[in-house]
Structure formats: structure tokens, C-alpha cells
């Protein structure tokens, strides 16, 4: 009976690592940017020496825990403060960017687009994008940023419009002479229509931020500022 206990729990755990190995593996047309052992392939900003093969960062805030990018709150000698860790390769094209994150109580981080930052937070705790009604505290939240090139985008006062939203304008000498939003009038000042690289960000399918102005190359950054922060799951595919 005991014999047979024994077995059985065994191959419970077999399977459940077979699950946990398969559910790290990347979908098709994805490339993992974290190997889940070491930092291998990534950078730590502001320092020289190469990261590959190492569980953490000289100071010790950055460090691989389990299977995870822990960014931790002070570094080894209780320092706080932004830092960051970079792919060690810059993408010059379109792609997409999945991971998962978890973070603790009201902690803040970022996650670096080609070297503009997302602000990535406990956004419920903090009282920020009320809209998320998916995110899971204390939990895995999976996030993912679309990058596209040669994007032809409208903002109104600085803020990107999104599908939702009814704009129409009046051009006159390749200016805006007059538009309205969503049936009210604005000032054709406040709108500018551009052409660059967007990144449209989502949190567990939720759209969140559209970022403009990305730059045409840069790297993958991840960023330890406030809070306890962790990242997994970490993969890209580029655009075709």
C-alpha cells in the first residue's frame, strides 16, 4: 500500500514537471530571451563586465531565483534607487515581447521598449489603470508589447487615440485646420499626426498605453525600482 502511495506521488511530480517544462517552452516563432538558470544574454547597465553565467548582479539586486528574474527592493548593502538589466542584442525591427510579471505590494518597475520605459506596477494597489479588470494580485499577470514600424498614429494632446474613439479633421495646407473627438471640438493644436515606431501594450489581453516616439533600434530592458518585482517567461518574435 505504502509502495504504491510512494509511486503514485512520484508520478504526480513527473507530471508536473513535465507540465512546468512544456509551459516553458515558447510559441511558435518565439525565442526565449531568459534561459531560467542565469542572466546569460543580458546586461547590467552602467557596469563592463558581461552577465553570461551569472545568477545575479555584482550588487546582488538583480538575481535568478527559481526559475525567475527577482528584482529585489536594496541591493546587497541596502541600497535602493533605479536599475536596470538589458539584452545584451538591440532589435531593429518590428516584434512582439511576451513575459509574465508579479509584483509585491504597490511595487514599481518598467520594462525598457528599445530604451523608452513602460511603467509596470501593482497597478491596482496603486490606484492606476483602473481599466485592468484582469489583474491578478500577489500573481502571474502575462504583458505584451506589440512594436510596429512606419506607423501612422493621431494624438490629441500628446495621448495616442484608441479604436473606441471618433476623430475627425479638416486638413488645409498639410495642417489640421479642425477636428472634433468623439463629437466635441478640439483645439487643431492639441492634435498631431505623425509617422514613426508605436509599441501597444496590453496586460492579460487588456490594452493599456500605446508608446510613441520608439526608437528605430535598442534593447530589452528590465527595471528594478520600488517594491519587490519578478519576471519570467521572457519572449520575443520578430515581425516577418
Known amino acids: 500500500m505504502i509502495s504504491r502511495l510512494v509511486a503514485g506521488l512520484a508520478l504526480a511530480l513527473i507530471s508536473l514537471t513535465l507540465v512546468r517544462a512544456e509551459d516553458a517552452k ?21 557596469a563592463k563586465d558581461s552577465l553570461d553565467g551569472k545568477t545575479q548582479t555584482p550588487d546582488g539586486r538583480v538575481a535568478v531565483e527559481d526559475g525567475v528574474i527577482v528584482m ?3 541591493d546587497k548593502d541596502g541600497k535602493g534607487g533605479i536599475k536596470a538589466i538589458d539584452t545584451a542584442a538591440k532589435y531593429g525591427k518590428g516584434f512582439t515581447l511576451r513575459l509574465e510579471f508579479k509584483a509585491a505590494l504597490k511595487a514599481d518597475s518598467g520594462v525598457y521598449v528599445r530604451g523608452p520605459q513602460l511603467q509596470v506596477r501593482d497597478f491596482i494597489r496603486r490606484n492606476e489603470q483602473k481599466q485592468l479588470k484582469k489583474f491578478r494580485n500577489d ?21 495616442a ?54 526608437p528605430a533600434s535598442g534593447p530589452i530592458g528590465l527595471q528594478a525600482e520600488t517594491g519587490k518585482f519578478e519576471f519570467r517567461r521572457l519572449r520575443i518574435k520578430l515581425n516577418d
Open 72 to 74: 529585489r527592493e536594496k
Open 26 to 46: 515558447p510559441e511558435t516563432g518565439f525565442v526565449s530571451l531568459f534561459n531560467g538558470k542565469d542572466l546569460t544574454g543580458w546586461t547590467y547597465r552602467g
Open 139 to 159: 500573481d502571474w499577470n502575462e504583458l505584451e508589447i506589440v512594436v510596429q514600424d512606419g506607423v501612422t498614429t493621431t494624438t490629441v494632446n500628446g495621448k
Open 161 to 214: 487615440l484608441n479604436p473606441a474613439d471618433q476623430f475627425e479633421a479638416t486638413f488645409e495646407g498639410g495642417r489640421v485646420k479642425s477636428a472634433t473627438l468623439n463629437g466635441k471640438a478640439l483645439d487643431a493644436k492639441a492634435v498631431q499626426v505623425r509617422k514613426g515606431s508605436v509599441a501597444r501594450c496590453s496586460c492579460n489581453g487588456e490594452a493599456f498605453e500605446t508608446m510613441l516616439n520608439i
